[in-house]
């Protein structure tokens, strides 16, 4: 069964990192590798001659120190690195029925998956199977399918460019476009408003700028425990004489002190406060704060007039909408002074930067969001200029460069060159995205699910919902490192295939390889995995997919080639995908950094060549009286759905996740007290509930009207057909919720 989940609170710490980062992140990556195992993988970690973070995608800094790595990337590195093994004895004693039950800590704690196991129909057991057998089986089932839009082919961020590549052109050359990814679940919304606003969907800052900027805006992000390496270059930044404003639900210990534990004064002294001003926002009031901040700029004539004119177009239409202020006030939390004392800090400001995470783009209003801080750095000229810019700060390692490699549901706009490169025919209707996949599993019109890594049962919204879906498919196949909940919700032939991890030496025909990843400022750069394989039976994802492409379509295409020698691969994405010419001889040193039209040279490339003010009407979530409203986070023990632990030291939760966060005043106006167990029901109208059982009231200081609690425990809550408006992204953020005494 699960661990017991009996959390023990205390008082939510005030600053990040230090003497105890140093003590946890040493503590994980020494123990489950062991000490020459885990010290070798430390000193490797985000070097230029070692390999990529398994965890986030905060870039590296062009002079790196000896220890380039924060906690949770110590974590994430033991988790690979770890020489515990799920191996056949222990499938052999642990039914799915009972693995089933265990929570996704328990279930990540086995250990890596040491060989290639299958779910023969009717059994309840995993047992092995030869590679060749798992090849052979899933050639069946995918040639036997009655039409290609019958597959799903979903990717995780931490999959490389090499091999994130050969996935979509084998997915296309098979005949669908179904390759949903979990950049649907996470910065889709981004993707989608800055497509249309400034030509790409992507950032316009560098590190460089970070450290550059005057005045930079943390909205809906959490970097002390998300992406901490983030911190040092936000210090960084303050010592320069950078103001940092965070709006944020939750008071952030990252956001409030930040101990750098390379410093002196981070072990031992006082540690550098960041956030100048900090403005608790309520949920889904973000779009009208920077409509606020934007009519405020412009009623005092704080706009840079000749970029505008030069550089932009709709600005009439947008200068012209009307702020309601009693409605701006209901909706984000804040006092008009709060609001003007932000836009106070935009008009002073000559580099402003504005970052953003999963707290602005899983709401249903969040392209609209998004767009509405693109205004507002428009309106200051605040593109393509050193110090400023926007900056979605993206959580896997590499769910930047999937998409930019084709890993989307929509063919990519080179898609022609992959085709001619090739000699294929790619079909141009979009396919499924991640929430219509799992709608189309539901419905059997597809019947073969195949994730290249990720989680994806346990990353998914309306989890009963999604979990029925992967039942009912004739095979799912996961291809993974350590167990996790998709592997023990199979369909009625179900493979696990365990492939070598990040850290891990990854030798082919041609000798050592190496893999590249994109970060999220869009630099690319090698990884080169540097300790010995945990089990003689993995294989590659880059060498996974070539005898995929092999078994299935025969030697139509270079799979032999791929697989021998990533070089091969490189070579095809330098033909195909714009950035990447002469990919290889521009990886040496540090890697290189993609074209970026709107930083490079205010060039937009939009329907009318310039950046787009856009008018969204501003609204708010509606809570019925007796309501809160519910965000899904992390714990500071997980990244995305590994679980490492039960602790969340900085909001002061240890020995337990089952915990909902709640302002004290509503605590007590809902008739209820700290410490009481009570069930969590979603409420989507049309008597459209769903429920999460048993979870603990804190009383903590965020915003009024709204709660908080973790993912994956919170998605059961989140309605399949509950997504943003134009990126399909599930609302995590906009959770209509009451309390059910559990008495």
Not at 613 to 625: L, Q
Not at 709 to 714: K, N, V
Request: glycine fraction near 10%; aromatic fraction near 6%.
């Amino acid at each position: 069964m699960a661990d017991k989940d009996e959390p023990t609170v205390s008082s939510p710490k005030r600053s990040a990192a230090g003497v105890p980062g140093i003590v946890t992140g040493l503590k994980y990556a020494l123990g489950k590798p062991g000490i020459v195992r885990g010290s070798r993988a430390l000193l490797r970690i985000n070097q230029a001659d070692g390999f990529d973070c398994p965890g986030c995608a905060w870039p590296e800094p062009g002079h790196r120190s000896s220890a380039e790595f924060c906690e949770n990337g110590a974590k994430a590195v033991a988790e690979e690195a770890t020489r515990r093994q799920a191996d056949t004895t222990f499938f052999a004693t642990h039914s799915i029925s009972e693995l089933a039950q265990w929570d996704e800590h328990r279930l990540g704690r086995t250990g890596r998956i040491e060989r290639p196991m299958v779910r023969r129909p009717d059994s309840d057991h995993y047992e092995p199977i030869s590679w060749s057998d798992a090849f052979t089986l899933i050639a069946e089932h995918l040639t036997g399918l009655d039409d290609p839009n019958q597959a799903v082919f979903y990717t995780s961020g931490r999959t490389s460019n090499e091999a994130a590549f050969c996935y979509q052109l084998f997915a296309r050359a098979f005949g669908t476009n179904n390759l949903p990814d979990c950049s649907n679940y996470c910065h889709e919304s981004s993707g989608v408003a800055l497509t249309e606003t400034i030509g790409i969907g992507k950032g316009s800052v560098t590190l460089d700028d970070i450290h550059k900027a005057d005045l930079l805006v943390i909205v809906g992000q959490n970097p002390g425990t998300n992406h901490p390496r983030m911190l040092t270059a936000l210090e960084k930044a303050k010592k320069a004489g950078a103001s940092i404003v965070a709006v944020n639900p939750m008071p952030e210990a990252g956001l409030l002190n930040f101990k750098n534990p390379q410093t002196p004064r981070g072990v031992v002294g006082g540690g550098t406060p960041l956030t100048d001003q900090f403005l608790r926002i309520k949920l889904g009031g973000d779009h009208a704060l920077f409509a606020a901040i934007g009519a405020l700029l412009r009623e005092r004539g704080a706009v840079d007039t000749e970029f505008i004119t030069e550089h932009t177009s709709g600005y009439k239409a947008y200068a012209e909408t009307e702020i309601d202020w009693d409605a701006t006030l209901s909706a984000t939390g804040l006092t008009r002074d709060e609001i003007e004392e932000a836009a106070d800090r935009f008009a002073a400001s000559d580099a402003t930067i504005v970052c953003w995470a999963m707290g602005l783009t899983q709401h249903t209003g969040a392209v609209a969001t998004i767009q509405e801080i693109v205004n507002v750095q428009l309106l200051r000229g605040m593109i393509g200029r050193p110090g400023a810019g926007l900056c979605p700060v993206r959580g896997h390692s590499n769910v930047q460069g999937d998409r930019t490699m084709g890993i989307w549901e929509v063919p990519p706009p080179w898609i022609d060159r992959l085709d001619a490169e090739f000699g294929i025919e790619t079909p141009p209707e979009p396919g499924y995205h991640a929430v219509a996949a799992i709608e189309a599993m539901r419905r059997r019109d597809a019947r073969v699910f195949i994730g290249l890594g990720g989680n994806f049962a346990a990353a998914s919204p309306d989890t009963q919902v999604t979990e029925t879906a992967l039942r009912s498919q004739d095979l799912t196949v996961h291809i993974s490192t350590t167990l996790n909940r998709s592997h023990v919700v199979p369909g009625r032939t179900g493979l696990i295939l365990p492939v070598l991890g990040r850290t891990e030496i990854d030798h082919q025909a041609a000798g050592p390889q190496f893999v590249t990843v994109e970060d999220s400022m869009s630099c690319v750069h090698a990884s080169r995995g540097r300790l010995a394989p945990v089990s003689s039976h993995l294989i590659s994802e880059v060498a996974f997919v070539s005898r995929l492409g092999r078994a299935v379509l025969g030697d139509t295409l270079p799979w032999r080639d791929f697989e021998a020698d990533y070089r091969a691969v490189r070579e095809r994405i330098a033909n195909v995908v714009p950035g990447f010419e002469d990919y290889e001889r521009r990886l040496k040193g540090n890697g290189f950094t993609l074209p970026n039209p709107p930083r490079d040279g205010r060039t937009f490339e939009t329907a009318d060549g310039k950046a787009r003010f856009s008018v969204n009407s501003v609204s708010a979530p509606t809570v019925p009286t007796g309501r809160l409203l519910l965000q899904s986070l992390r714990s500071h023990d997980q990244y995305n759905t590994t679980v490492y632990g039960l602790d969340d030291r900085y909001r002061g939760i240890r020995g337990g996740r089952r915990v909902v966060f709640c302002h004290p005043d509503d605590v007590v106006e809902l008739g209820f007290a700290d410490g009481d167990i009570v069930d969590l029901v979603s409420e989507w109208g049309d008597d459209v509930e769903r429920r999460a059982e048993e979870f603990r009231i804190v009383s903590y200081p965020i915003a009024r009207g709204c709660a908080a609690t973790y993912f994956p425990e919170a998605n059961p809550l989140v309605a399949l057909h509950a997504t943003a408006k134009r990126s399909n992204t599930p609302v995590s953020k906009s959770i209509v919720i009451r309390l059910e005494s559990r008495a």
